[in-house]
């Protein structure tokens, strides 16, 4: 039985293959990708990255968007604040994103399902840790439905 | 509020005989008891059905953008929250001051007539007077005194606000600013539900926001909402359909509620129009909030010269995402 | 005519349930809808108004008409119909009678498929009102608001502790044998109790404020009326929302829309509002460029425009405009501006 | 409709090792839009190249999707393909499939699947994509150099020697800065006089540098190419023109009140002075808070005893507008203030000195004409404590948690020029570490131990007790554990470096990023190290951190061949993914003005005929030549009126749409 159940589990496990949704600003986070990539570091291919010029360039609209669009997490990486390529364009970032991910709890999407992080050109090993421990969580979280367009099929 | 109002009407008629204003912006008196609605006054001879009573509720200063007005001169009655719509619509730069003579009415507070209706005080109700503290009801039947507080709007009873904070002319005396119930209260709707798990806040705002049927009166009716196209209304962009969908629902909710960040003057028209009454000043709130708590205290409306708090930002800003959290409540 | 104690209602929601979907005005977060009802709803058959009205059955805000599928290089496209039968409860005099305008416009010629399988998938069951609200002018367009009104399959009439039921149509009478074991019939005291509470609503309509409104009054051709320089003055305050619009029960305008759902879709009919801006936009623009022309057409259609074709007012005075209208832009203020209104009843 | 065609790199086995190509050919296939697809092994190479150049040709394709390594390594060379068969470069999208899949996924299904995905997204955006042509503007041949010390001076040399104009601004009366304070330079002992002078008047004779002393910058706007500057000289007192450098007024001035800025307040300086004998220009300027003349209106022994009359007590402060196409900021560092560390007694002891005052001390032509002794009784130190790392490395609030790089190096300077002047005078040394990282440093440091007998001791100095004529210093020896007590005729501290206190003021001014200790950030810390990240604006020498001579000036020298780089083209192109208002839909909140971190957008009115009528409208523009294309501005603006050209709303949106098939 107990064998039995574990399967069943393990099955469910891997029948649900989360959607993260990564907006990378290209000068410190879609580089500290690059550098993840030719460090052969590794995290899981659920990740898509979004190229974006300076994550300042994110909208609150492109965010609901991956949600409604079947993404189980969203992820916002920019330069750290002070390294903007753009010198004041995260700082931008930080106060809009900070309002949005408390408004997204607020309505009830799980806060793990949406992170924010200062990811630099340097940061290989932190790209490939915060997309890995975004994963681990909207895993155990299991799919998103809420926001989630219905006639929307993935 | 009778003496004022004769008041006004002298204004009104000495500004356009004088032609000192093209339009008068005030209100009138319908055939219901609580119908006090926008009217625009052009003649000294109409004046004469202005009114000023305890359901003026409407905020004239929607009505001041540059494209509505064209180049004419208006005046504008404003009570204290129409006062910061005004500033707030001065700082997005959608009216044009110069164009414009402001008349402060510090405001008593404003009846809300679901709660007449709850206290059954509707029936045959002609006419309600206000008498110091006390509002008095009268009916076919006779008249009943009620204190003010009982049917005055939830928002009055917060306002802080109620004598006008811009004029070019403040009419009668300036009213107590002293809150009838504790301003900070005004959040504790917002933390009850802040209190809850995820999957209940959920539930909450999916029932709410499932009423939703797009008839864009919160957002129309909002003093923060005056862009020339609204992006809800762009189709080649097309980021929200037609059809009622809960998720196209709630992405509507959010975006309203997030494009009036730092600009909401929480005047609460939204939820007042909503015909299906979600409670959409618990989003607004939310998000005031959060502002007062990681980027110190804002009002919005107050000073039309600072910079709303999405357009600015300090070097040592708090965030509500990286482990350093140093405020701003998530849950 | 049947009758059935109040208590008794749940064990009748529960028998039509089974074989009906059926829609009842229901309480959710404070707005009373119709909506389906489900074990442990909050039923309201005390509120006179839904928010919307019971036209979103009839008429859903949002209508799937077909939806279609990519399979490689080709388009599979599948029509949808509405699945099962439906009963509305509690459709007030003055929304039953907003179904008839509605038959005007769908089911004359060419018929609207859609439209049409709807009503003939429904069973409406009225509820009399007994307590006008001070917003009611249902008289001005000689709705009855006590009677068992034309169009209603059942009508009934809620006395306190009992309701009464009786079957109008063929389709009704039959629906009421079917229910036989949870119906009993009235006796001669029920009846007599009836005819007094009718008659005490006659009474109660003459005091309602709005009794004067009278569209009738109203002068002039629909060319007159359109050059009126009363637009000028009634537009200004309108907001530009749809609401009176969306709330409305004779509001029947509406667009078609497709949503790309990733190699699938479907095609949509869904309400349109003549206040929003982008109403019948086309490719030149659109044709009604300010606020005034497109409250002028709200009202022309439904006083001039409506009666033209179909001679009779597309407004049955349900109030929900007058109430809800944010600057109480609403059509007795228009009426009256027009000059509809009766110095004597 | 677009006619896309789709390429596919195998990178060698670097893609195709993990990802299933032929599955990506075959998934691209079935991509709406999409009319060719090809895959090859290097796609980079010239064949691979060709391929694209070709299909375009051949297959008439409308937009380009290139599936390969990341676009920051190769987007420019597929690109520059596009362009050459005739199709616009920014009609060409890169899909990252292998920093971005191949690389940092193991399992094939899953990074075959998310190739597919990465295409489809590249696809859905090229097909949105907009042809771009990059705007020209003119450069201004004339460059400015903000600092006159050896930075600046190096800097505007180098650019003036290469033929262009360059305008020198130096806050002080005398371009030279702290090097000129210093006596001998570090690591061969020469004079720093010695080598600094004559640059300084090669300076001062450059038929193409302009030396504005005694000035400043009050506003910078504009943008690389066409930055439009306001510099104020302040009011000198003196026509420049008449003075004849003779020094007559210095001498016959009565006020001689004011410490010597120059000489560190150790010595006094006249009211109407030069701040030392060598200064460039070589006139005066009267400090007016100073100046009896100023204060009471009475004095005036300048004016008379002037022999060419050249003192104007009316002269005022001028504004000068000048235009540049590349600004090189010098402005160089400051020692920190060391009143907050009161435990050695800095602030209460004469005998207590920076660095910086022996400097003074030992030169020559300093306060005691080069004759070493304690300011407090001019009597000759025996025995003389150095410290370092005096609020250098130092993580509390009143110090700097960086090395501040120059200390130890000056530290051995001083200890040997002591025991020079002096071989019975004993040195001893604190230190932390001693860090001698550069060419002959480590050598220089061993001469001052082995050969000099300076006395090194690995630790830090409590406490300074002012006992008698004496300093009692207070330490402990790291390596021993020892306490010692070192009674000291004088002690000379190595105090912190640090931005100068107008650092971040010129930073907002100038739209250049400053770090968290106030010096400016350079665009890269590695690769581009002169840049700023505002082009066209470079930097040189302390202001960007802690620097010696040698470093100083070798940044001097590449930063002006940065600007050179500028200065040496007719027209500059720029980047066309730049953000444009839409203005019917504009409603001029302009809250995009307000964020835009390079005010790249302004206000402007507009006519427009609206139903019919005209209506005059306010709405925001923007400076294609300012914008650097952050996007910033788009999220600012609620109804979208304002787009990113490159990375438009509804391009963003169709790459969401696609990856979350």
């Not at chain 3, 006008?132 to 249902?138: A, N």
């Not at chain 3, 009919?269 to 002028?296: I, L, Y």
């Not at chain 3, 022309?300 to 007012?313: Q, T």
């Not at chain 4, 305008?167 to 020469?190: H, W």
């Amino acid at each position: 039985m107990s064998v039995i159940a574990n399967n069943a589990a393990v099955k469910n496990a891997q029948a649900f293959e989360p959607l993260i949704v990564a907006f990378c600003c290209n000068w410190c986070s879609y580089a500290g990708a690059d550098l993840a990539g030719t460090s052969r570091l590794n995290y899981p291919a659920n990740i898509k990255i979004i190229r974006v010029p300076c994550s300042c360039r994110v909208n609150a609209n492109f965010v609901l968007r991956a949600f409604q669009r079947g993404a189980d997490g969203v992820i916002i990486a920019g330069c750290h604040p002070g390294d903007c390529h753009y010198m004041t364009g995260n700082y931008y970032t930080r106060r809009r994103f900070s309002l949005l991910k408390n408004l997204l709890a607020y309505v009830g999407i799980e806060e793990a399902r949406f992170k924010v992080d200062w990811i630099s050109a340097s940061e290989g090993n932190k790209f490939a840790d915060v997309m890995n421990g975004v994963l681990e969580k909207v895993h155990k979280l299991g799919p998103n439905r809420k926001l989630r367009d219905s006639r929307w099929r993935r | 509020m009778e003496k004022i109002k004769e008041e006004i009407r002298q204004i009104a008629r000495e500004a356009l005989t004088g032609k000192k204003v093209d339009i008068i912006l005030a209100w009138e008196k319908g055939p219901l008891w609580y119908d006090s609605y926008p009217a625009f006054f052009t003649k000294e001879e109409e004046v004469d059905s202005l009114t000023w009573d305890s359901f003026c509720i409407n905020n004239l200063s929607k009505y001041l953008l540059e494209e509505t007005m064209a180049d004419k001169k208006v005046g504008v009655f404003v009570k204290g929250c129409d006062a910061l719509a005004f500033n707030q619509m001065m700082q997005d730069n959608r009216i044009r001051r110069d164009n414009v003579v402001v008349y402060g009415l510090p405001c008593p507070g404003m009846i809300d007539p679901d709660k007449v209706r709850a206290k059954r005080l509707n029936r045959g109700l002609t006419e309600v007077k206000q008498s110091g503290d006390e509002l008095i009801f009268v009916t076919k039947d006779g008249e009943i005194t009620v204190p003010a507080h009982e049917v005055y709007y939830d928002k009055c009873l917060y306002c802080h606000y109620p004598n006008p904070v811009v004029y070019d002319q403040l009419i009668g005396e300036k009213v107590a600013a002293e809150t009838a119930l504790d301003r900070s209260e005004r959040f504790s709707q917002v933390e009850a539900l802040e209190a809850l798990s995820a999957e209940e806040r959920f539930a909450y705002w999916d029932s709410q926001f499932s009423k939703c049927m797009r008839c864009f009166a919160c957002r129309n009716v909002c003093p923060a909402c005056s862009c020339e196209r609204c992006t809800f209304d762009d189709d080649d962009l097309d980021i929200l359909g037609k059809a009622r969908e809960d998720s196209e629902d709630q992405f509507f909710h959010l975006i309203r509620a997030y494009h009036v960040v730092g600009r909401c003057i929480d005047c609460g028209e939204c939820s007042r129009v909503c015909p299906q009454d979600i409670p959409l000043e618990k989003l607004n709130r939310k998000l005031i909030k959060d502002i007062n708590a990681l980027y110190g205290e804002y009002q919005a409306g107050l000073d039309p010269s600072t910079k709303a708090p999405l357009v600015t930002y300090q070097l040592e800003d708090a965030d509500s995402f990286t482990a350093g959290e140093k405020g701003g409540k998530g849950t | 005519m049947k009758k059935i104690a109040k208590d008794q209602l749940a064990l009748l929601w529960e028998k039509i349930d089974q074989n009906y979907q059926l829609f009842l005005p229901i309480a959710k977060e404070k707005a009373v809808n119709f909506s389906t009802w489900k074990e442990g709803a909050e039923v309201d058959l005390d509120a006179l108004r839904t928010v919307n009205s019971p036209k979103n059955i009839i008429f859903p805000q949002t209508e799937t008409y077909l939806t279609f599928k990519k399979e490689g290089k080709k388009l599979g496209l599948e029509v949808v119909s509405r699945d099962e039968e439906y009963v509305v409860f509690g459709v007030r005099p003055c929304d039953v009678a907003s179904f008839k305008l509605l038959d005007n416009v769908f089911l004359g010629e060419p018929v609207d498929k859609f439209y049409e399988e709807n009503r003939q998938k429904g069973l409406i069951i009225s509820q009399a009102c007994l307590n006008p609200e001070e917003t009611c002018f249902c008289n001005a367009f000689a709705i009855n608001p006590e009677s068992a009104p034309v169009g209603a399959d059942v009508a009934t009439w809620d006395l306190g502790d009992l309701l009464l039921w009786e079957a109008q149509s063929e389709k009704g009478k039959a629906f009421t044998e079917a229910l036989s074991d949870l119906l009993e019939d009235v006796s001669e005291d029920d009846r007599k109790k009836l005819d007094e509470v009718k008659a005490g609503i006659k009474d109660k309509l003459e005091d309602l404020p709005l009794v004067h409104v009278a569209p009738e009054k109203i002068e002039g051709g629909l060319k007159e009326i359109f050059a009126s320089e009363v637009w000028d003055e009634l537009y200004q305050r309108c907001l530009g929302c749809g609401m009176c619009t969306y709330v409305c029960p004779t509001c029947h305008c509406y667009d078609l829309k497709d949503y790309n759902g990733n190699g699938c879709g479907e095609r949509f009919r869904c309400w349109d509002s003549c206040m929003f801006s982008d109403f019948t936009m086309m490719a030149h623009g659109n044709p009604r460029t300010t606020q005034k022309e497109r409250v002028r057409q709200r009202f022309m259609h439904k006083l001039v425009y409506y009666p033209n074709n179909y001679e009779s007012y597309a407004c049955v005075g349900c109030g929900r405009c007058t109430e809800r209208c944010p600057v109480r832009l609403d059509i007795v203020k228009v009426i009256k501006k027009l000059g509809g209104e009766r110095n004597e009843l | 409709m677009q006619r896309v065609g789709v390429f596919i790199c195998w990178c060698g086995t670097n893609i195709s090792s993990t990802v299933n190509i032929d599955e990506v050919v075959a998934a691209v296939k079935n991509m709406p839009g999409v009319v060719y697809s090809k895959d090859y092994q290097y796609m980079c190479s010239e064949v691979g190249q060709n391929l694209v150049k070709d299909a375009i040709k051949e297959h008439n394709l409308t937009r380009v999707v290139v599936a390969a390594c990341s676009p920051r390594m190769h987007e420019s060379t597929f690109r520059k393909a596009a362009k050459a068969a005739g199709l616009n470069p920014y009609l060409l999208e890169i899909a990252n499939i292998r920093e971005h899949c191949s690389w940092v996924h193991k399992d094939k299904k899953a990074a075959t699947q998310k190739a597919i995905s990465l295409t489809k997204a590249a696809v859905a955006k090229a097909i949105l994509n907009q042809p771009l042509i990059p705007g020209e503007v003119g450069v201004e041949q004339r460059a400015l150099v903000i600092g006159g010390g050896i930075a600046g001076i190096q800097t505007a040399l180098d650019i003036a020697d290469a033929g262009y104009e360059v305008d020198l601004v130096e806050k002080t009366p005398s371009i030279g800065g702290k090097m000129a304070q210093l006596d001998k330079t570090f690591p061969t002992l020469d004079c720093s006089a010695c080598i600094l002078t004559p640059k300084m008047v090669d300076a001062s004779m450059h038929d193409k540098i302009n030396i504005y002393s005694y000035s400043e910058v009050e506003e910078v706007n504009g943008f690389v190419g066409n930055f439009e500057v306001v510099i104020k000289q302040k009011a000198r007192s003196i026509d420049m023109e008449k003075c004849t450098g003779c020094g007559i007024c210095l001498a016959k001035c009565p006020a001689k009140t004011a410490l010597s800025e120059f000489e560190e307040g150790l010595s006094k300086r006249a009211a109407i002075y030069t701040p030392f004998p060598q200064a460039v220009p070589n006139v005066p300027v009267i400090d007016r808070e100073t100046c009896t003349k100023f204060r009471t209106g009475k004095c005036g022994v300048c004016a008379k005893v002037c022999p060419t009359g050249a003192i104007d007590y009316e002269q005022k402060d001028e504004r000068l507008n000048q235009k540049y196409g590349a600004i090189i900021v010098t402005t160089g560092y400051d020692l920190i203030n060391l009143d907050s560390f009161g435990e050695y007694q800095y602030a209460d002891h004469p005998d207590v000195i920076t660095g910086l005052e022996f400097e003074r001390l030992v030169n020559a032509a300093g306060p005691t004409a080069g004759k070493l002794v304690r300011p407090s009784d001019k009597k000759k130190p025996k025995k003389v404590v150095f410290i370092q790392c005096v609020g250098s490395r130092d993580k509390s609030e009143r110090g700097k948690s960086y090395c501040s790089k120059i200390c130890c190096m000056y530290t051995a300077k001083h200890a040997m020029l002591l025991r020079d002047k002096y071989p019975d005078c004993e040195a001893y040394v604190f230190y932390i570490d001693v860090r001698t990282a550069g060419k002959g440093f480590e050598e220089f440091q061993r001469r001052a131990v082995e050969n000099y007998g300076v006395n090194y001791i690995k630790g830090m100095v409590g406490k300074i007790f002012p006992t008698g004529d004496k300093l009692k210093v207070n330490g402990v020896d790291a390596l021993s554990g020892e306490v010692l007590e070192i009674d000291a005729d004088m002690v000379v501290l190595a105090s912190a470096t640090q931005a100068k206190p107008g650092a971040s003021d010129v930073g907002r001014m100038l739209s250049i990023s400053t770090d968290r200790d106030n010096f400016f950030t350079e665009a890269h810390p590695k690769l581009r190290p002169v840049e700023t990240h505002c082009a066209g604006i470079y930097l040189a020498g302390a202001c960007q951190g802690p620097k010696d001579i040698p470093e100083t000036v070798a940044q001097a020298s590449a930063a002006a061949a940065k600007a050179i780089g500028i200065l040496s083209k007719s027209k500059l192109v720029n980047n066309p993914c730049v953000s444009q208002v839409d203005e019917s839909v504009c409603s001029g909140c302009l809250a995009c003005t307000k964020m835009c971190p390079y005010e790249a957008i302004t206000e402007k009115m507009v006519e427009q005929k609206v139903h019919g009528k005209i209506r005059r409208r306010r709405v925001a523009e923007v400076n294609a030549a300012l914008c650097q294309g952050c996007g910033g501005c788009t999220v600012t603006c609620r109804p979208g009126a304002i787009d990113l050209k490159g990375f438009s709303n509804k391009q963003i949106l169709a790459e969401v749409d696609a990856i979350c098939q």
